[in-house]
């Protein structure tokens, strides 16, 4: 189960009871407090950003709570096979594997290997995937930090709304701290939900955008390097220990029957 | 439609109905509060950058209502088809394709191409061109995140300036909740006016401006790629390999007819 | 006329009218607020950096009021006019030349040109030049910047003096509104001059001396460029090529009688 | 004894002391502010990473109260030691000294050079290994990073639910300063809670995890550079001239009889 | 005299007039106000860094005092000397000044040159001592930077506690304007004392630590220069050429008899 869940789960909790413990959820639900903070983070959202990119951004959101899976030694090891056959056999004995395989990165590179492109154009290419794919990606990544910003503005602006208009209204009926009170409590409420908005869901997911993609890249940053090691056709041992190097020393597993430290 | 039109749209709704449900929009309506929170924002403004850069950024406003179109694929079909009529024919065919484009990277690169000027020059003149285009870009953007910065600044001040008054104003009229409220609300006007301002429009432009930066670098990167590997008289199948890279994997054509992934 | 000019003026005159709206201007002047709030910010400034790049600051300042000029393309045609003559005489024959030319880095290139150094050593030495005079014109903009921290901060803290005594002297004279509020008022005019001081003029300032160092540092890519270009003896079309690219299209000139595109 | 436990322990005392000072310990003992400052910091700490990299962030702090040993000369010595023995009789000679490093940098460089992989593989494989080494270790840093920020949040919000919670009573029983001072004192306290954490603990943890982090990559940029001066079988003198070079003056030491300047 | 010298003092008298207008010294001299702030920035500190750094930071403060001296023409003076007589005699000759020079980069260089070791060799060595030299000067501004974000922290922790215990008493003394201004009055003096200590004595401390590193380090890349070019032999004018670059042309001396621009 991904961490995620846990995280959201506890923080709803805690915060209902802290409500809860404090006498009353109802002050706390205000749909015009949500309306201005909620509706105007979005908004400024929509002005900032093109279209299909806020979009997108839903679709993204869905992979916060896959589990997350370590498949670095899966790849690893995938590597080390396929670097093993091109060695016994040749560089284009590989076709058959090309099929079976869905990662992008090693299917593009690959069958650029059994091409016979020379290295530095496969290089070129997959570094121009994988940078371009970085930027991608952390455009989701920065449309959450930027809705983190807004949201606390916003939260405050409507606070600034009820305080200018209860201040107002002091001249007419008077200001007694019976009346002041309460309309106090519903100006702050939008305060309330704009930092509860950054900071248990704006801003963690814009962590967890960040972290996910950083994942990805040591991946690729992997695979980029084993697929060319692939081609100059080296000792897969030499494949594994140059591999292996990217991984912290828990993860790392002796692929082959290796000696010494890994 | 822009998605900054309906941003702007959805936050001024949102904004008018929520000042109405506080009972009053004219205490929000205060042309005193909006000449020192908009007009000093404007006054820092011009001291901060030569006068030609500040009038060019409202040439520059416009095109953030422009719709979004999505080029990139345009203009790979473009570089693919010039790169196959250079093969075919040869470099020299491809003067009569000059006058048709109206893109000036190629427009300026093809020229230099045909004109058998050496690869290295051609890159130097388009990067330094895009180096440069870059860095006027962002100039608009950074003139709004300025404008960002400086807009709630001024709204304090104005609010101290306000508060400063009344406070003053104590000791002869003596200080009653009745004639402190109204006052202290007008006083906080330029705190709203100025929140406002930044995270409805200055922030949001500075956004948006930031992404169509990014947007147009990527085809620029894309198109210089593109100019070199014509001349290189490339197979088009590896030009459009990696012209494809740069784009998200939904989004690459299969231009010409090509087996394997794209 | 230089927009800092205007910018100033307006935003003076725009202060002077909201001050007074607010009824009255002498509440709004107090020597002791500017002197904590100036005082305080130009001692943290003394401490800060070493005497002489600050007593600099104040020659820079006039700099700000220049008229900005845009000499760009009279540089461009002197590079264009040496360049030619270089290919058509000598690049001897550039050492009459020499003797008119103001600007340092021209003519310490040009001087290195004559004299036959190799073109990395030019390179070298002209880079060196105009790396460290950014660092110098950086300097500038960096003790604005430290000021415009400074400023609130002092500004805070004299309000922080001022509410302390206010409070101290609370259960000597009593508390009544009438004699809080005018004491409250002189406490903020300290933090009202903290936020003006930062926001009509240090932060600005900087902001301009930034603005102004990136267009010398333009024009001195400009000139290191054509420099290497003239020794290189290239054809004065390419140098008129490889020189526009740094430029804005609006701004490039045709300087010879090219065709195509600029 | 490392410096952080003075620290903490100096810092506990202060604060106690502080707080006794102002009348009483039992206003700043509680639950519910605890639970909603630092239980909200974890929640959204768990959506923010995945949840092995938290997990280990415990794992971590222990180290935190290691003391400070400074051990670049001893390895400076040992590489030292290697490279006259390697030139002395030959790199394979080494052999048996792998078996008594424990560090994994030399040990995986060691074997390599014995081995007779080429430098620049070695170098490669080494350098991977410690960018991805200095990578997995500022994870820590970043969290603890991440987690001063959510904490005085957190801090902010408690106390938003505590005012709007007695605010929303006034209505009720009325609003003496009597009823309300207690209940804003108790809504205070976790922003103090949220401070605390921060500063005295999150913030120095992150600080000090950085400089930990920073001296271990000083000393693999010494031992890498001495592996591989150990390949070239460079004079040892110039070996330990070249690894003083990372050291500050005062903890040089002259491993060998060199004459002249350490 | 050092200009900080200058601004402490300025700074020192300055709060001392505006404490003494406000009526009175006494209550901002608070025993327990000090140790918090001061003693929570220590103990936070403490915790942040090693203990030797800590105390180094100590030895490095008495440098902010020292007078500013402009050493640059001083040392081209010195190289050009060398590179004269290196040029008329031979770089052994070089030997007997080696023990005159106190500069440990010319000294560590200039015996490099004599033993003959290749300019790769020299450069790295070189670039290696100064670059963690500047790591090393930087931890003492860093240490600086970090005091100036806790000391204002804890100096609203102060202000929390004094709140937290006046408001709480408030339910059993009552509250009167006359006994809650006093110590409100208290409480905020440690948010004063946080403002003071950072804005007078951390913050620029730590932009003088910059500074003064900054200008070490011109000189250092002005000597390394200088000893490469020296080992190469170059024509001293040359040299002096290369060296003036990195100088402001105001500080530029004519060290040779040379014709044209410095």
Known sequence: ??????GIFFGAVLMFISIFNQGGIK?????DALMITLGGTIA?????????RVIKVFTV???????????????????????????????????????????????VGLQMVIDGSPPDIIRDVLETEIDYMRIRHSEGEQIFRTMGKF????????????????????ADIGAT????????????????????????????????LKSMT???????????????????????????KKLNAYLPPHLRKGHMSTRGVR
């Open 61 to 107: 959101i869905k992979n916060i709570f896959k589990s997350e899976k370590n498949e670095y030694n899966r790849y690893i090891a995938i590597i080390i096979a396929l670097a093993l056959k091109a060695r016994q056999n040749s560089i284009l004995s590989l076709e058959n594997d090309l099929r079976k395989i869905k990662n992008r990165i090693i299917k």
């Open 27 to 31: 002050i706390f639900l205000n749909l």
């Open 44 to 52: 400024a959202t929509f002005i900032s950003y093109p279209l299909p």
């Open 1 to 6: 189960m991904s961490s995620s869940i846990i």
């Open 214 to 240: 950083d994942s990805e890249m040591l991946l690729n940053a992997i695979l980029i390097e084993g697929i060319l090691l692939i081609q100059q056709g080296l000792n897969p041992r030499i494949v594994e």
């Open 177 to 208: 701290a019976e009346s002041m009170g309460p309309a106090m409590a519903v100006a702050l409420v939008t305060t309330f939900y704009g930092a509860m908005l950054t900071n248990l869901i704006f801003y963690p997911i814009a962590e967890k």
């Open 151 to 170: 949201s606390p503005a916003f939260g405050m602006i409507g606070t600034l709304i009820g305080l200018i208009a209860m201040l107002r209204s002091m």
